[in-house]
C-alpha cells in the first residue's frame, strides 16, 4: 500500500496489506530521470527559494525548468514561461517532461524523491501536525533527504542529522546594511566567493527573499557557479509574482500575496517585514480565506492575533471574489489570498 504520509491511519483500519510506504518512498522506487535535479522543501520560502535558483542559474547560461506553486515550464533569461498547472505533491516528480535540461528545479510540498542531486529544506519555522496529528510534518519533509548534498538551515542541523544522511549547512551570505525603505533598492553585502556590496531592487519586499538568497547561494556555491553570474542575477531580481509584491495607488501603498503557504506565520512575516519599514500605521489586512487548489484552510483566530499583535486592521472576505471598500485613513493595504497548487 502506497499513501501519503499526511493521510491518517484510519483509512487503512480494514486494509490488509504486506507493506506500507509513503508516496515519496514509492517515488523514490520508480523515479529513474537521470537530469540534474534540484528538490526544495520546508515549511516556509519554498517557491521563493525555487524562484531564485532558477533565476540565477539561467542567468547563469543554465537550461532550466521549473516547477512550483505557482506552475511549471521553462525558465530563461526572460522569466519563467508557466505551460501547465501541477501539483508539487511527490507523485508528481514523476510526470516531469521530456527536454535537454541542463537543471530541473522541482518544489515539492511533503517530502521528495530522495535521488535529486541536490535537495533543500528551506525551513521548519513550525513543526506542525499532519495525518490528524498523528504525525509530524518533519517526518515527511524528512523524506527529501538523499545520499548526496542536503542543504539545511545551520540553526536546524540537530532536527536532520537525526535521520543519517550528509548535511550541508546553509549559513548567512546576505546582510541588510541600510534601513529598509519602502519601494527603494535595499542595498546588502553578500558573502560569496568573497565579500561583496550590491543593492537590490524596490519594486518588490526584497527584505521578504533575504533566507531565500541565503539557501540559493549555498546552492550555487555547490555547484560553482562563478561569483560574478550570481551577484548579477540578485541585483537584477524582481521577486516572485505574487510574493511580496508592491505598488502604490491614489496614495495608498498595496502589497500582494498570493500563494498556498498563507497562514499566521507568512502574515506574521510580512507584517515583521513592513514594521521594519515603519509602514505599519495606519495598515489593513485583507484575508481571502478560500482556495479549492490547496488542502488547508487558514486559521482565523491566529491571523487574527497576529495582525492584532501589529496594530493593524484586519478584514476576512467571503472568498467569492469581491473586493472589500478601503476604510478612509488607510495607508497602507496588505492583500493576501490563499492560492497555488499543492
Not at 506500507?20 to 520546508?42: C, H, L, P
Not at 537550461?63 to 511549471?72: E, N, P
Not at 556555491?221 to 509574482?241: R, Y
Not at 486559521?299 to 484586519?314: F, P, S, T
Amino acid at each position: 500500500v502506497s499513501m501519503p504520509c499526511h493521510c491518517p491511519d484510519i483509512f487503512l483500519e480494514n486494509v490488509t496489506y504486506d507493506e506500507r510506504i509513503w508516496y515519496s518512498q514509492a517515488v523514490n522506487r520508480f523515479m529513474n530521470d537521470k537530469r540534474f535535479r534540484i528538490e526544495v522543501t520546508g515549511v516556509k520560502g519554498k517557491t521563493s527559494t525555487c524562484y531564485l535558483i532558477a533565476h540565477i542559474l539561467a542567468d547563469a547560461g543554465k537550461k532550466v525548468y521549473l516547477r512550483s506553486s505557482r506552475g511549471s515550464g521553462p525558465f530563461t533569461k526572460e522569466g519563467h514561461q508557466i505551460d501547465e498547472l501541477k501539483s508539487i505533491a511527490p507523485p508528481y516528480l514523476l510526470d516531469l517532461p521530456a527536454g535537454d535540461y541542463d537543471v530541473m528545479v522541482c518544489e515539492v510540498s511533503l517530502g521528495g524523491s530522495a535521488k535529486a542531486d541536490i535537495t533543500c529544506i528551506t525551513n521548519l519555522l513550525e513543526d506542525y501536525g499532519i495525518a490528524k496529528k498523528s504525525r509530524r510534518a518533519r517526518e515527511a519533509k524528512k523524506d527529501i533527504l538523499s545520499d548526496g548534498t542536503n542543504i539545511v538551515l545551520e540553526s536546524e542541523k540537530d532536527i536532520w542529522s537525526a535521520y543519517g544522511k550528509p548535511l550541508r549547512l546553509s549559513k548567512k551570505k546576505v546582510t541588510v546594511e541600510k534601513d529598509p525603505v519602502f519601494g527603494e533598492p535595499l542595498k546588502v553585502s553578500v558573502k560569496y566567493k568573497g565579500d561583496h556590496e550590491i543593492s537590490l531592487k524596490g519594486n518588490y519586499l526584497a527584505l521578504q527573499y533575504i533566507e531565500a538568497m541565503d539557501m540559493a547561494l549555498e546552492v550555487c556555491d555547490a555547484m560553482d557557479i562563478p561569483a560574478d553570474a550570481v551577484l548579477k542575477a540578485l541585483s537584477d531580481f524582481e521577486g516572485v509574482p505574487g510574493r511580496g509584491e508592491i505598488r502604490d495607488m491614489d496614495g495608498i501603498r498595496y502589497i500582494v500575496e498570493r500563494n498556498p503557504g498563507i497562514s499566521h506565520m507568512s502574515v506574521e512575516r510580512t507584517l515583521k517585514t513592513l514594521k521594519a519599514m515603519n509602514i505599519l500605521d495606519d495598515a489593513l489586512v485583507i484575508i481571502d480565506p478560500v482556495s479549492k487548489k490547496v488542502c488547508d484552510k487558514l486559521d482565523r483566530d491566529l491571523i487574527e492575533d497576529v495582525v492584532r499583535k501589529y496594530g493593524a486592521q484586519l478584514i476576512v472576505t467571503p472568498g467569492d471574489g469581491t473586493e472589500p471598500d478601503i476604510p478612509a485613513g488607510v495607508k497602507t493595504v496588505v492583500r493576501m489570498t490563499k492560492e497555488g497548487y499543492q
